[in-house]
């Protein structure tokens, strides 16, 4: 919203020595965002005088009009200026930068020979001026005293500040709300515009035929104006207002409008009388039907949206945009304005659902004062008679179904305690008056009636924040809350932090993604038909389209973060995610949806049900690796990424989770089939490991052997908590086993074996060799263990590290027929 300085002093009596840091402070004080202050003031540098046109002389022999002009600017002769715009002619005031000036843009004037003659000065458009877009031709102005500085002759004597205007406070996107806002910021006397007319009286005749048959109108106005020159250019002061406020003149009919939308904030539209077939009808749209509206695109309305219609269908998006077949035209001379209040909700959504976003939807969907209607179209009417002629039509139609604003309780100490500032009796009644309430009570409670421009004001709370805001956030001292001793972290938030830094620790990079993806990423995967991962939870409101799915796994998304950094030229990765994945429960479609009340607390039962409604939501963690483990140097050539690290990946975040890792053979999507890994925990699977299958690779854009785990955190179970390791002093006894096993048989496995048959005096154990050959037998392989033995009393004898290697060896032979190496 950009508001000129000089529109918001005709409503909030500006001292005369304010200067532009007190309005900014004034508009910050009040909780108004100021993006940007525009002092035209300053918009051209140098001398810029009203010139007079003295003589023109065409000059003929140039392919396009170019006139040789004198101009008198207040000097002993009139300055020679050459020229190319036609719309003037001799007399004409018009505005001259002279030699040294420099136009926005950093244009510098200066004098110089152009067209065979000397040009020694600029006569200036609108456009080069930056007063406005308009650059058809020359700016001619209507008065002016020759010589004079141009700046307050074409509007270059204002300052504009621009304010981001937050939803809680859609009355200021008005000159009306913001100049309340200032005068009392300020202490100075407020105007309010709608004042400048009276409301007229319904009559028992209409205007026009209206019928309403929506409760989304709760009032709808009419009045009309005959015989108007709907298309007269608008007086000087109200383009130059309309823009300064960033909107460009377009002819009188559609100028008074957004000049009022923009004073008052209520929206107007005006009608073509001539072009309406039959009554004017409110309603919701049926499904499908279509209109099109002033913008050229035809729109297919949804049962939702409201519309205005006649008898050849609709032609108003009620509240958002008018349509092409009634909008004031060339020919227009009897306009019909119309002004109404509509449900703030329908409009917000009408105004998402057809992405268009127009001036009047900005100011509906924050609430505009249903109390203007009237007021708003009596304005417009009059001021179309009064610059564009015709006839006030003696009618008024005013179909009002407002309901009485409810009143607020107020106990009268709530903002003291709230807020922790002193607020005695007459402050708080003083600063809602301000707020435009109504207030009634005695000293201990108070009964407060919100004015029918704050459709915000609904709570309690609500008056409190106003007393605040209005009494000033600097009274607010600033002070520290006292934090309350904690209970720490949970158990489940340690092992997060520790599976998190241990996977840092070797190397990878932690990245957080949004958990949402697209359908056609299962595909990209190489989920099967029946993959229970595809069944996902759809948002109703994705934040992208293509992406209105949550995420089934933490590698669905993680793919996003490695092609971006891919696509930007990095090709070593190690990245990791944690974070939830989402899957409906059993059973879960058929269960009804919770409708939750907002203005309550919900009964226990609706809760609990709300909650049954709620997705499975486990703790995965995920890893993606691809490119070289270790690069290419000087000692010599590294390796690229293969399976076996991303296995590593999985026990790293096992050790660091408490829990001992099994790994055996398995196949799942979107791992490679002969290279994937199961692993679990406590005999349940809880992820995957391995490479990915190359068709995953090639459908995702990943570099070909590109490794990933993903493991379900929440599937291991939390450590209990660890007793103090025993250290020993005593030496260990080092014993090699190489047993010899089927090719089928897993190496963790036998590994398992050995550990239980060893007993509590291994201390650590580790695969160190795989043999194959031809005396071994087909299809056998030879495994070698380094056992590492150690006891905490005493130096183990050879005797007992025998026994201990024969213990173990016996639980392998019995369980895979492993034999001793000869």
């Known amino acids: 919203m950009r508001i000129p300085v000089s529109w918001l002093g005709e409503y909030a009596a500006l001292p005369e020595d304010v200067t532009v840091e007190r309005l900014d402070q004034a508009l910050v004080d009040a909780g108004l965002e100021v993006e940007e202050v525009h002092d035209l003031r300053e918009q051209v540098e140098g001398p810029l005088v009203v010139g007079k046109v003295a003589s023109v002389e065409e000059l003929t022999e140039f392919k396009k009009p170019i006139r040789h002009c004198h101009v008198e600017v207040g000097e002993d002769e009139p300055r020679s200026i050459i020229c190319g715009a036609t719309n003037f002619a001799e007399g004409d005031l018009v505005a001259v930068a002279l030699p040294g000036a420099v136009l926005p843009g950093g244009f510098a004037i200066g004098s110089r020979k152009t067209y065979g003659r000397l040009s020694d000065g600029m006569i200036c458009s609108a456009r080069e001026l930056g007063v406005s877009d308009d650059h058809e031709g020359i700016m001619v102005l209507t008065e002016g005293t020759v010589g004079a500085d141009a700046r307050p002759a074409v509007g270059l004597d204002d300052v504009v500040f621009e304010l981001a205007i937050t939803p809680d406070m859609g009355y200021c996107f008005s000159i009306r709300g913001v100049a309340r806002e200032v005068a009392h910021r300020l202490g100075t006397a407020f105007t309010d515009p709608a004042g400048k007319a009276a409301e007229p009286a319904a009559t028992a005749k209409e205007p026009h035929p209206i019928r309403v048959d929506t409760d989304g109108c709760t009032r709808f106005t009419l009045r009309a104006v005959r015989g108007v020159d709907a298309n007269a250019p608008a007086p000087e002061w109200m383009a130059r207002r309309l823009t300064h406020a960033g909107m460009r003149p377009l002819g009188l009919a559609v100028d008074v409008t957004n000049y009022l939308m923009l004073e008052l904030g209520h929206p107007l539209h005006a009608f073509d009388l001539d072009r309406l077939e039959g009554g004017l009808v409110v309603r919701r749209a049926a499904a499908a039907e279509k209109l099109t509206t002033l913008d050229g695109v035809e729109r297919t309305l949804?049962?939702?949206?409201?519309?205005?219609?006649?008898?050849?269908?609709?032609?108003?998006?009620?509240?958002?945009?008018?349509?092409?077949?009634?909008?004031?035209?060339?020919?227009?001379?009897?306009?019909?304005?119309?002004?109404?209040?509509?449900?703030?909700?329908?409009?917000?959504?009408?105004?998402?659902?057809?992405?268009?976003?127009?001036?009047?939807?900005?100011?509906?969907?924050?609430g505009a004062d249903p109390a203007l209607s009237l007021i708003a179209a009596q304005r417009a009417a009059d001021l179309l008679v009064e610059y564009g002629g015709g006839t006030l039509a003696d009618e008024v139609a005013d179909i009002d179904r407002r309901r009485p604003v409810?009143?607020?309780?107020?106990?009268?100490?709530?903002?003291?305690?709230?807020?922790?500032?002193?607020?005695?009796?007459?402050?708080?009644?003083?600063?809602?008056?301000?707020a435009g309430c109504a207030v009634e009570g005695g000293a201990e409670r108070l009964t407060v009636t919100p004015a029918t421009w704050r459709p915000d004001l609904t709570d309690p709370a609500d008056l409190v924040e106003e007393v605040a805001r209005l009494d000033g956030y600097a009274r607010i001292p600033s002070s520290i809350p006292r934090a309350l001793a904690g209970t720490g972290l949970t158990a489940s938030q340690r092992r997060r932090r520790r599976v998190a830094r241990a996977l840092a620790d070797h190397g990878y990079v932690e990245t957080y993604t949004f958990p949402f993806v697209g359908r056609e990423r299962f595909d990209e995967l190489g989920y099967a038909e029946k993959d229970e991962r595809?069944?996902?939870?759809?948002?109703?409101?994705?934040?992208?389209?293509?992406?209105?799915?949550?995420?089934?796994?933490?590698?669905?998304?993680?793919?996003?973060?490695?092609?971006?950094?891919?696509?930007?030229?990095?090709?070593?990765?190690?990245?990791?995610e944690e974070g939830l994945v989402f899957r409906p429960p059993e059973g879960w479609a058929e269960r009804p949806v919770v409708d939750l009340p907002v203005a309550r607390r919900p009964?226990?039962?609706?809760?609990?049900e709300a909650v049954r409604r709620l997705p499975e939501q486990p703790r995965?963690?995920?890893?993606?690796?691809?490119?070289?483990?270790?690069?290419?140097?000087?000692?010599?050539?590294?390796?690229?990424?293969?399976?076996?690290?991303?296995?590593?990946?999985?026990?790293?975040?096992?050790?660091?989770?408490?829990?001992?890792?099994?790994?055996?053979?398995?196949?799942?999507?979107?791992?490679?089939?002969?290279?994937?890994?199961?692993?679990?925990?406590?005999?349940?699977?809880?992820?995957h490991a391995g490479e990915l299958h190359p068709e995953v690779c090639e459908a995702l854009g990943l570099p070909k052997r590109t490794a990933a785990m993903e493991l379900d955190l929440s599937a291991i179970?939390?450590?209990?908590?660890?007793?103090?390791?025993?250290?020993?002093?005593?030496?260990?006894?080092?014993?090699?086993?190489?047993?010899?096993v089927s090719e089928s048989v897993p190496a963790g496995e036998v590994e398992g074996a050995l550990r239980e048959g060893a007993g509590a005096l291994l201390e650590s154990l580790r695969l160190f060799d795989v043999y194959r050959d031809a005396k071994l037998g087909a299809d056998r392989k030879s495994l070698a263990f380094k056992l590492e033995l150690r006891a905490a009393d005493r130096t183990l004898t050879n005797e007992e590290g025998v026994a201990v290697r024969d213990g173990a060896v016996a639980v392998a032979a019995e369980r895979f027929g492993a034999t001793l190496r000869e």
């Open 302 to 366: 949804d049962a939702e949206d409201m519309v205005i219609c006649d008898d050849t269908g609709p032609i108003s998006l009620a509240g958002v945009m008018g349509g092409q077949t009634s909008e004031v035209g060339p020919g227009t001379g009897n306009v019909l304005v119309e002004a109404a209040h509509w449900d703030p909700v329908s409009i917000a959504r009408t105004s998402r659902r057809h992405k268009l976003t127009s001036e009047a939807a900005k100011r509906y969907e924050r």
């Open 717 to 740: 179970p939390l450590p209990e908590t660890a007793a103090a390791p025993v250290i020993s002093h005593y030496p260990a006894t080092l014993i090699d086993v190489a047993l010899v």
């Open 534 to 576: 595809r069944d996902a939870v759809a948002v109703l409101n994705p934040l992208d389209e293509a992406a209105p799915l949550l995420r089934t796994s933490v590698l669905a998304s993680l793919v996003g973060a490695v092609r971006t950094n891919l696509a930007r030229g990095v090709r070593d990765l190690a990245v990791f």
């Open 620 to 687: 995965h963690v995920a890893a993606m690796l691809c490119g070289r483990a270790e690069p290419d140097g000087v000692d010599g050539s590294g390796r690229a990424v293969d399976w076996a690290d991303a296995i590593e990946a999985a026990e790293t975040v096992a050790e660091a989770a408490g829990a001992s890792l099994a790994v055996v053979q398995g196949e799942s999507a979107p791992w490679h089939p002969g290279r994937c890994a199961e692993l679990t925990v406590d005999e349940r699977v809880v992820g």
């Open 406 to 434: 409810e009143p607020i309780e107020l106990p009268v100490g709530l903002p003291s305690a709230t807020v922790g500032v002193e607020y005695d009796r007459g402050t708080v009644v003083a600063m809602l008056e301000a």
């Open 603 to 608: 009964d226990d039962a609706s809760i609990a």
